[in-house]
DNA sequence: CGTCGCATTGATATCGCTCAAATCCGGTGG
DNA sequence: CCACCGGATTTGAGCGATATCAATGCGACG
């Protein structure tokens, strides 16, 4: 997995930063770059038609944002800086570049974008589950990477209600439900499914 | 797009045939191909806690699947033919040969996860969307390539319904209100917005 | 001709959404 | 240091949409 920006790349790179609420591309116009987050957040939205807010993914340090835009005209998505974000961004034209002429590079990008899928899909299947509590309990499964069973929330609780396609009052109280019936124990950020 | 198998590969490849509901390999076995759909289809899904079907992904003839799969250790989901279908097999190891060898497959195999990956955060796009009748409408609008803007349904309405997350009877329902109202026109298994 | 699965519609219950209000908490400016 | 502000968090009340259970018709297929 990539978590650095390819050396090979940053000669033809430009940084730019970005303050909270900062957009970094609209849907619609023209994609020629693609992104990756050196510091801060960056949240990937659609809006639908009654103005509601659709998180389609949030890129935190570390993480490539429009990789799939390599070869589309146009963005998808709003991109949009939660908090104080550099990126770095590379034309298509260059990234195409390097695939060509570095097979290791190249293997690497292939992990990426199926790392990539194999999350998004995660996130399908959470989502066709039908119950709050459902989606929370799949949650805490497919995050349990924390040492002792304990999941860290990135971001609010209000964030996290997105992700699950949930509001948050009814993430709250699902959250309270669970826990006063002893399925899932909180501490601070941190859930553990018990 | 690639919508043939390489013939490169086709020296490394096996075919095999499934009968429908063949079971093509199980969730959690070991990871070591990557499959073509000659002809049929193949439903890639898991199963909630309460046995509920939760399809991930149809492939149909022209389509991989599991190619995710190459740098995983085991498959997450289940696969079955949901009809009398034809694949054809390759290991993880002679896809990645090939990716090392030949630049230009590496290129068409990066877009084609691309692709993938596109298609399944338009569908997360869709599951976020919190009304029966919503869903409906961005299915229409996203799969809107027939000449006169009809969308013909691949399957069953029952498999649409799993595809939108939703009950059948709730999208029967829903595509009969549509109709009624004159959101939609519906004719045989094509649909279209109004 | 019987069976099986899809399509369709009805009745009902439940869960999550919506609107609303109170509290908490971190940051900011005086 | 304190007052204030905005956003997150939390809880309440009520409603509506969707799930669930149930029954029927229909066509395909053996």
């Not at 570390?62 to 998505?77: K, L, N």
């Not at 298509?92 to 974008?113: K, M």
């Not at 964030?159 to 309270?176: F, M, N, P, S, W």
């Not at 601070?188 to 499914?193: A, E, H, I, M, Q």
Request: aromatic share 8%; proline share 3%.
């Amino acid at each position: 997995m990539i978590n650095e920006f390819p050396a090979a790349l940053l000669p033809c790179a430009t940084r730019a930063s970005y303050k909270p609420g900062g957009l970094i591309f609209r849907v619609g116009s023209p994609s020629k770059a693609v992104f990756f987050v050196e510091a801060g957040a960056v949240r990937l939205m659609r809006r639908g038609r009654n103005g509601e807010e659709i998180v389609l993914y949030q890129a935190r340090a570390g993480e490539f944002f429009a990789e799939a835009s390599i070869d589309s005209v146009r963005y998808h998505c709003d991109a949009i800086a939660t908090e104080a974000t550099t990126v770095l961004k590379t034309t298509s034209a260059d990234l195409l570049r390097l695939i060509a002429d570095d097979p290791v590079f190249a293997r690497q990008w292939i992990s990426l974008l199926a790392h990539q899928l194999r999350a998004v899909r995660t996130r399908v299947e959470r989502l066709s589950l039908k119950s709050a509590s459902e989606r929370v309990r799949h949650f805490l499964l497919a995050g349990a990477s924390g040492a002792d069973g304990d999941v860290k929330v990135n971001g609010t609780l209000k964030d996290l209600a997105r992700e699950l396609g949930l509001t948050h009052e009814t993430l709250y109280r699902t959250i309270a439900t669970m826990e006063r019936s002893g399925q899932i124990a909180r501490r601070g950020d941190g859930f553990r499914l018990l």
